[in-house]
């Protein structure tokens, strides 16, 4: 399916799996976000970064803002600097687009140590405690009024929505299958998550669609959505998908964690104190790309 065209989606087509993240996380009940995933292209074979106590292997896509990029202008990489920082170390970088097999040509092959971007629930790696959360959001110009809040506002039935995808196999980020389950499906535009890898940010395809007028409103991660908003010359809305949680069986909020190999308990431990250590300048970096924060229950409760 290619990007900008329709989606014929129905309920039981959109897979409950894995999502956006080139993890394809998988979940336990809904569907991650991410920006971590894309399609398979040719792999060039090149030996890991050797691994010595001063440097932090980051596994990361060269092409993938606001995530990261090989010039380092990524909200990705300056939270590995500010990690690496934290724990005495350099950073060194092994390059590898974020797409289906990354975990597997990265980090579980010992090219690298550690991915900043993971969710929580995860199984094939594993995870440190959360360092943020964040929600899928609706996205739309500011010029248009239009203030959507809810999966059941009845104008969604007659707006141009557009959504991101993963492909063809319909493993498909939440908004599909909220869109489908309310038999809103004709007025659905579909766009790759993997985007063009030969253009820059090829993931921000669906953004792109809202500020140029090709869609009326958009469903997207939070993460990408905040930093391409504040970066648009014409000024976009953006709302947290509500109801947060669509049913008992479908979220549109996710914890994030950074994903190290299964058997690093050494590196997991020393990123959980960090995490814990250094919450508040993480939080603060996030806030400062625009990356869209939701309080976690710990943290109204106290």
């Not at 792999?43 to 092409?63: G, Y």
């Not at 629930?121 to 964040?134: C, F, H, L, Q």
């Not at 999966?151 to 141009?160: F, I, M, Q, Y």
């Not at 959980?272 to 229950?297: H, M, N, T």
Request: proline content about 7%.
């Amino acid at each position: 399916m290619s990007s900008g065209s329709k989606v014929a989606i129905s309920g039981a087509a959109v897979a409950i799996g894995a999502i956006v993240f080139t993890v394809i996380a998988r979940r336990p009940h809904s569907t991650p976000p991410t920006h971590l995933v894309a399609v398979v292209q040719p792999h060039d074979a090149r030996p890991a970064i050797a691994a010595d106590a001063a440097t932090l292997r980051v596994c990361a896509d060269p092409n993938n803002l606001p995530f990261s990029n090989e010039r380092g202008e990524g909200f990705e990489n300056a939270l590995a600097e500010l990690v690496a920082h934290d724990l005495g170390r350099h950073v060194a970088y092994y390059w590898e687009p974020q797409r289906r097999g990354f975990i597997r040509r990265t980090l579980n092959a010992g090219a690298c140590d550690v991915v900043m971007s993971v969710p929580s629930t995860y199984e094939a790696v594993r995870t440190t405690i959360p360092y943020y959360r964040s929600s899928y959001m609706f996205v739309s110009r500011r010029d248009r009024r239009l203030h959507i809040r809810s999966l059941d506002d009845p104008r969604l039935r007659r707006l141009t929505i557009g959504i991101q995808i993963t492909g063809d196999d319909y493993e498909n980020p939440p908004a599909a299958q909220a869109l489908a389950t309310r038999h809103i499906i004709d007025n659905v535009r579909g766009y790759t998550v993997y985007g063009d890898y030969s253009r820059p940010n090829p993931s921000a395809g669906v953004l792109s669609a809202v500020a140029d007028g090709s869609v009326d409103v958009a469903i997207a991660w939070g993460p990408l959505a905040g930093p391409f908003a504040e970066r648009q010359r014409l000024p976009l809305d953006m709302t947290p998908v509500s109801p947060s949680a669509d049913g008992r069986s479908l979220s549109f909020v996710f914890d994030i964690s950074m994903g190290v190999r299964r058997d690093d308990v050494r590196l997991a431990a020393a990123l959980d104190a960090l995490i814990a250590r250094r919450r508040a300048e993480i939080r603060r970096l996030l806030a400062s790309y625009g990356v869209p924060l939701v309080p976690r229950q710990a943290e109204v409760t106290g």
